[in-house]
């Protein structure tokens, strides 16, 4: 991505040399461009592995994108679904070098698990960037294998074809990213004569946005003001705000005024659904002030719940479900520990009607209906009490209403709270 960024000229001549000379000096040359992105000083001694989201945006002739910059390592998924759980579109990088491509593809691997993530949290445009084709002599059997191979999977996770697209880059080198001049990409101009990255990007659609309902703003971020106030970060999934309003926090029974705005650092007086913003707020004390709190109009409360039911799809798991198991529950950037309580019923997948009532188990590829309750964080100790989060029916918002299951590490189902 931050060649990428150099390429468009959002990265000066000045910042290029000095993340290429402290890279070099630390051993990892190679990283250099990552580290536009991966800034702070634990990415960079990980070698260039991104632990948090990073936010960018850049303009095409006929879009403004905001880029979110999240984890693909998995010890860092947490990250990786708040990222998700805000983008509209995915551009997956995939590694064409031999092996590498194979092992975050098969069974467990990175790419896999990505991929049904952002499915899952309702993302249904996807770019794949075919990258390090440099490294395998730029061979369209390479290239042509990998999306065959990846086309394959994204019509079985619900990915229509018409919203997938493939390119082969080699971003080290800046080949076919904006364009392919240079003399780096005669190899590939030999046989592709499709669009760039670019050019792609520029063809996104852009979903429509519920900018009538109620806002809703999940946070993702909070930190302190250079001023006064706390900021806090997020993608406004509904409604609009503007500066001066008075907005309530949940849960708890805190308000706080909007002080200013900020989107793609440019203050605004307002802004709608579909924005990742920065907003500054006054009047509320920090400490009640969370990540994956929400923000509402004090006169239309997002419901809280401890206990819901939800219908979910079961993914390809080695170990059933049964009533009583302890999962994470993953909503927008909050996780928490729960239960799944009772296992109502399976569903045909195919019409959504009751196929068995009460059954003992969940396998793999199942859609059921099951009652989830959240449990105390054991951090806090044996005794502690669940807190209730804020969540909406699907049929009432579809970003407020998506939840994503994990249990040891690996995510095993998807869905949404009915």
Request: aromatic share 6%.
């Amino acid at each position: 991505m931050g060649r990428l960024l150099y390429e468009l000229g959002l990265v000066d001549e000045k910042s290029r040399r000095a993340n290429e000379r402290e890279s070099s000096r630390t051993g990892k040359s190679s990283f250099c461009w990552a580290w536009e992105l991966d800034g702070t000083a634990e990415e960079r001694e990980r070698f260039g592995i991104t632990m948090d989201i990073a936010m960018q945006s850049l303009s095409t002739t006929h879009r403004q994108i905001t880029i979110l910059d999240a984890p693909g390592h998995k010890d860092f998924i947490p990250n990786m679904i708040s990222g998700a759980s805000q983008a509209d579109c995915a551009l997956l990088v995939v590694d064409a070098t031999t092996g590498e491509f194979e092992a975050g593809f098969d069974r467990g691997g990175q790419t896999r698990e990505h991929l049904v993530l952002v499915r899952s949290l309702g993302v249904s445009q996807v770019i794949v960037a075919v990258n390090k084709l440099d490294q395998v002599n730029w061979e369209q059997s390479r290239y042509d294998e990998i999306c065959e191979q990846l086309r394959t999977f994204f019509t079985q996770s619900g990915f229509h074809s018409s919203k997938t697209r493939f390119v082969p880059v080699g971003a080290m080198l800046g080949v076919n990213l904006v364009e392919r001049k240079a003399p780096e990409a005669s190899a590939v101009s030999m046989w592709y004569k499709g669009p760039t990255l670019v050019d792609l990007l520029d063809k996104l659609e852009p979903p429509v946005r519920d900018i009538a309902s109620p806002l809703r703003l999940p946070i993702s971020n909070v930190f302190k003001g250079q001023s006064s106030g706390t900021g806090v970060t997020g993608r406004i999934c509904a409604g609009l705000i503007q500066i001066g309003e008075r907005v309530r926090v949940l849960p708890g029974d805190e308000t706080a005024i909007v002080k200013s705005i900020e989107v793609d650092e440019r203050n605004l007086p307002w802004a709608v659904a579909g924005t990742n913003a920065t907003l500054h707020l006054t009047a509320i004390d920090p400490i009640h002030l969370n990540i994956g709190s929400v923000l509402c109009p004090p006169t239309d409360l997002v419901p809280l719940a401890i206990s819901f039911s939800a219908r979910i799809i079961i993914f390809d798991i080695q170990l059933p479900i049964i009533s009583g198991a302890s999962v994470e529950l993953f909503h927008h950037s909050r996780d928490v520990p729960a239960t799944i309580s009772k296992l109502v019923a399976t569903l045909d997948r195919a019409v959504g009607s009751i196929a068995k009532r009460s059954p003992r188990v969940l396998t793999k590829g199942t859609s059921a209906e099951i009652e989830i309750t959240l449990r105390g964080d054991t951090l806090s100790g044996p005794g502690a009490v669940a807190r209730p989060i804020p969540i909406e029916p699907f049929s009432v918002n579809k970003d407020m209403g998506r939840i994503l299951l994990r249990r040891g590490g690996e995510t095993i189902a998807a869905g949404e709270f009915s």
